[in-house]
């Protein structure tokens, strides 16, 4: 395939940005602070500032000679029919599915107790009928413990923000009950099914995209009531940024509080009792740690046993179980909680493990590739305080290199259902029966998935500024691997941030690049979770630049060991930070760059929406001690006067409330005001009515993908097949 000669562009003339005078003195620095109007997303002057940008970027984008092939891969890639994974509640099954023609998936339910639903199950609720826009999704759900009820969250035009609402599973009829201002906890319900719990927040009493958002109110909801006399079950005004996540365990309500979206958390607990209407929450509460040392999550309970995955004392993560029936026999001394299963030396174990009725379903992940294994409780368990397994445990075949993208167990129930994916497979269901005769069935899918071809997958090493080594994964079509072709257009993608893991996953982005003929590479660095705390820990804070130098290392290796002939680079959310970082510290790599819903000004993030909670892994700029290395690499404030940028395009929402969109937009301005006659376009591209990206139509994303594309592959000579 030839390589295209990327064409000379043409100087632009951007639309002009009013610079203000806004200096800073924080910590001793004084910080100008040009484009700060742009943090107010509603303001006419804004407004006008995005309008331009798109009359600016639109034209191009669409005159990319690259972007119609990408726009009918992407499409075909997203509108491909699909089924997701089984849910079965009290006889009946759910799932999402798409026969290809909607921009949202549907809920589907087989009522007769059969294993799975599929495309032909009936509809149960329809996102795509919600509004006639197309902009609402369901960002939540949740199905009663009896099968009878739906609890389901819906967000308007990407925001964080959300809607509760519920239905009768046996005729989709809407119940009255509508909750208004939620956000991120699911709809948590009760064992018996008469209630659930919920996260509630006051009404934004000013800017309902951008004001932050403290933690709010832990409410009880009973079916029928009026939602203004729903009992707030846990509140604390004095703590107005402690999180109290909420799960369900045999009769017990498990509380889990969290100061960050990363950081350790305690664990306290409260019984379930009988009411007039149902359960109830008690009063009384227990604390079963008090000092923040590790990151827990509830796995369920056996009897009085609750089962805990947690990093206490093991960086790769052990299974443990505290007897809550014993709470209060002892003097006041420390919660025991007894080992269940071990940290593994090779392997992280994942908190989608889950309790089944006769053992557990472990998730490992090694070198970010996943595994599900079996390990069954001991029959000799006689109901001792510590709960034992066997020695015997069972690998399920999940194929080779995959991620497990969902996992789900009915409560007392032997059966599992697993969803895989990966490069090259968008999702295939697993339903594996425990007891009493294990049995592993691979769920069908829908005729229609995209075939990408046969495809290459490798694991090339790159060693970072401080020694440290940093794995990749390389991803080509197979025809065009071999070194007869020599190096491609490659597509490096990262993220590094949260604990969260690089894995082999299927991406309408990334699979359209590859049919293409591109090289993808997709870095697996520090600050994510794919080895354990230690390697989430060496990217945190004063250790971001790590995750910086580890993706140059990649870059540099790519390019050097010729599996690269040119580079662009993409990033998401904090990955967005990363791009911002990679073009301002080392803009020399690049062909070109995507920073996407970015964060890009590290020293105000925390001042809008819920950013105060990444400050677990970024610091806080309000701290003399953690300013001076957010300012030192903070992409907003790196930009300076006559460098030669990459051809940069810029990706946001306008309604993103999560990253709020003033990030991308005061990046854009600067990079536009200081762009030297050797840097590349810069171009801001803003969805309207659109957020962070999670229930974004399957069109919309289309577009932005054919745009990303065709933007890279111009800038890096890939010439894409039709």
């Not at 697993?418 to 425990?434: E, K, L, P, Q, Y």
């Not at 082999?504 to 090289?519: L, M, S």
Request: hydrophobic share 40%; net charge negative; charged share 25%.
């Amino acid at each position: 395939m030839p390589y295209a000669e990327t064409a000379p562009v043409p100087a632009l003339t951007y639309p002009p940005a009013r610079r203000s005078d806004v200096v800073e003195e924080l910590h001793g620095i004084s910080v100008a602070d040009p484009y700060r109007w742009l943090e107010d997303p509603d303001a006419p002057e804004t407004t006008a500032f995005v309008a331009a940008q798109n009359a600016l970027s639109s034209p191009l984008l669409d005159a990319l000679p690259e972007r119609p092939v990408f726009a009918d891969l992407v499409s075909r890639i997203l509108h491909a029919p699909s089924v997701g994974l089984p849910h079965e509640r009290s006889g009946r099954t759910f799932a999402w599915v798409n026969d290809g023609t909607t921009n949202q998936d549907v809920l589907v339910v087989s009522d007769d107790g059969a294993p799975e639903a599929d495309l032909d199950s009936r509809v149960l609720l329809d996102p795509n009928a919600l509004d006639a826009e197309g902009t609402t999704a369901v960002t939540g759900w949740s199905v009663s413990p009896d099968g009878a009820l739906l609890a389901y969250a819906a967000a308007e035009a990407g925001s964080d923000w959300r809607t509760i609402r519920v239905l009768d599973v046996a005729t989709g009829a809407a119940l009255p009950d509508e909750i208004g201002w939620t956000k991120w906890v699911e709809p948590t319900w009760l064992p018996d099914s008469s209630g659930f719990l919920y996260w509630a927040h006051d009404a934004p009493a000013g800017a309902t995209f951008s004001d932050v958002t403290e933690a709010g109110y832990l409410r009880l909801h009973r079916l029928g009531d009026d939602p203004g006399d729903d009992v707030t079950v846990w509140h604390r005004p004095d703590a107005p940024r402690l999180f109290a996540y909420p799960d369900v365990a045999g009769e017990w309500l498990v509380l889990r509080y969290a100061a960050g979206s990363s950081g350790p958390s305690d664990l306290a607990v409260r019984r379930l009792v009988p009411g007039p209407r149902g359960l109830d929450v008690a009063e009384q509460e227990v604390a079963l740690t008090s000092d923040a040392r590790a990151r827990w999550s509830v796995l369920g309970a056996r009897g009085s046993r609750l089962v805990l995955h947690t990093d206490d004392g093991a960086p790769r993560r052990r299974i443990v179980t505290v007897d809550l029936a014993r709470l209060g026999e002892d003097d006041g001394g420390p919660v025991e909680f007894v080992e269940l299963v071990a940290e593994d030396a090779d392997a992280v174990l994942r908190p989608e493990s889950a309790l089944a009725a006769d053992g557990l379903a472990l998730v490992y992940s090694r070198d970010a590739t996943h595994r599900v294994v079996l390990a069954t409780f001991d029959p000799a368990d006689d109901g001792a305080a510590a709960l034992t397994v066997t020695a015997h445990r069972r690998a399920v075949d999940l194929g080779g290199a995959v991620t497990v993208a969902d996992l789900d167990v009915e409560e007392g129930s032997a059966v599992v259902h697993v969803r895989t994916a990966s490069f090259t497979d968008a999702g295939t269901n697993h339903r594996v029966v425990t007891s009493p005769t294990p049995k592993h069935t691979v769920l069908p899918t829908p005729p229609g998935a995209f075939d990408v071809g046969d495809v290459s997958v490798t694991r090339p090493r790159a060693t970072s500024a401080d020694g440290t080594e940093v794995p990749m994964f390389l991803v080509r079509r197979t025809d065009l691997a071999d070194g007869e072709h020599g190096p491609r257009p490659t597509l490096l993608y990262g993220y590094g941030g949260f604990r969260l893991e690089a894995n082999p996953e299927f991406r309408a982005i990334f699979v359209a690049w590859v049919a293409a003929g591109g090289t993808l590479a997709v870095a697996t660095l520090r600050g994510g979770g794919e080895y354990g705390e230690q390697w989430h820990d060496a990217g945190t804070k004063d250790r971001k630049q790590n995750v910086f130098d580890d993706l140059y290392a990649c870059a540099e290796t790519l390019l050097a060991d010729g599996m690269a002939s040119a580079i662009a680079v993409h990033g998401r959310s904090n990955g967005g930070l990363l791009v911002g970082a990679a073009m301002t510290q080392r803009p020399e790599l690049w062909a070109a760059a995507l920073p996407t819903v970015g964060v890009l000004d590290m020293l105000r993030f925390h001042r809008f929406t819920v950013g105060w909670a990444w400050r677990s892994d970024y610091g806080d700029p309000d701290d003399a001690a953690d300013f001076p290395a957010l300012h030192a690499y903070s992409p907003l404030h790196r930009v300076r006067d006559d460098v030669a940028y990459p051809p940069t395009l810029i990706c946001t929402g306008d309604h993103d409330d999560r990253v709020v969109p003033a990030h991308s937009l005061k990046f854009g301005a600067e990079l536009q005001h200081t762009a030297s006659p050797s840097s590349g376009p810069v171009l801001l591209r803003v969805d309207t009515r659109a957020g962070h990206g999670m229930g974004k139509p399957k069109d919309a994303q289309a577009a932005e993908f054919a745009d990303q594309l065709a933007f890279a592959a111009h800038h890096t000579g890939l010439v894409p097949e039709s």
